[in-house]
């Protein structure tokens, strides 16, 4: 009895501090700081900017369709170039307010904006979460996460394991070669850039043999980067790997 009271008190206590906070620090979104009925959340202006991806999709790439022509279609990207990963799935269009959430994450030390994005990746990735048996982040190079802090695919990842209860492996995988930055470099540039880049330590081999991998990233721009570590993790031994970001670029072609 006494053990419920006690756990009743700091229940009791913690959202009364909570309410405390919200008078002081009403909630804001996310996004643009306007008011918002809750913490971490989004406001009905900059919900509405997301461009969500839902099907009709390419089964293969995540990229939508125009026009519901039936399930299991692969576009024609998936067929003249199929990537090496299995599956990949985004949350939404890389514009708009999707856009400027990643960036406040990756450049200004938004860490707490991971949670409210991995959740909307848990809830976009349920397909994939189904069949994986380990999740595993993009890797940062040591120095990149050095002078970044932090590795956003690896505070996405957390989230999503968390809320999935699938196992996260952050070590399963490493960034080995310094790459320069990806931006503004064409696609075959891209994939040069990522030659050998990426790799399973000796060590972490047996716990990978096998398995269905989940791949976590913040954003799918040409699929390189995804590849080249899809393609690491399949050489040492993994079953598959599937792909899940925040955001993915879509053209109109």
């Known amino acids: 009895m006494r053990a419920r009271l006690l756990v009743g008190g700091r229940h009791a ?121 380990m999740i595993v982040p993009v890797p940062l190079h040591r120095t990149r996460l050095w002078s970044r802090r932090f590795n956003q695919a690896a505070a996405l990842a957390r989230v999503v394991a968390g809320q999935s209860r699938v196992p996260l492996a952050p070590g399963l995988l490493a960034r080995v070669k310094r790459t320069r930055q990806q931006v503004g470099l064409t696609r075959a540039q891209r994939t040069d850039n990522l030659q050998g880049a990426f790799k399973v330590p000796l060590a972490a081999r047996p716990r990978l043999e096998g398995r269905r991998i989940l791949l976590i990233d913040d954003v799918l721009t040409t699929g390189s980067t995804v590849n080249a570590s899809a393609r690491a993790l399949l050489r040492a031994g993994a079953a598959q790997v599937d792909v899940l970001t925040f955001a993915r670029v879509v053209t109109d072609a």
């Open 13 to 133: 206590l913690r959202a009364g501090l909570n309410a405390a906070l919200g008078i002081v620090y009403p909630p804001s979104c996310i996004a643009c700081h306007a008011a918002t009925g809750e913490a971490q959340a989004l406001c009905p202006a900059c919900w509405a900017g997301i461009g969500f991806i839902e099907r009709p999709f390419c089964e293969r790439l995540g990229t939508p369709f125009a026009v519901d022509l039936g399930e299991g279609l692969l576009s024609p990207a998936a067929i003249a170039d199929p990537p090496v990963f299995r599956r990949a799935r985004a949350v939404c269009r890389f514009d708009g307010a999707a856009r400027e959430l990643v960036h406040r994450l990756k450049y200004d030390d938004r860490l707490e904006l991971a949670l409210t994005l991995g959740r909307m990746m848990t809830q976009a990735g349920r397909e994939l979460l189904g069949e994986a048996e």
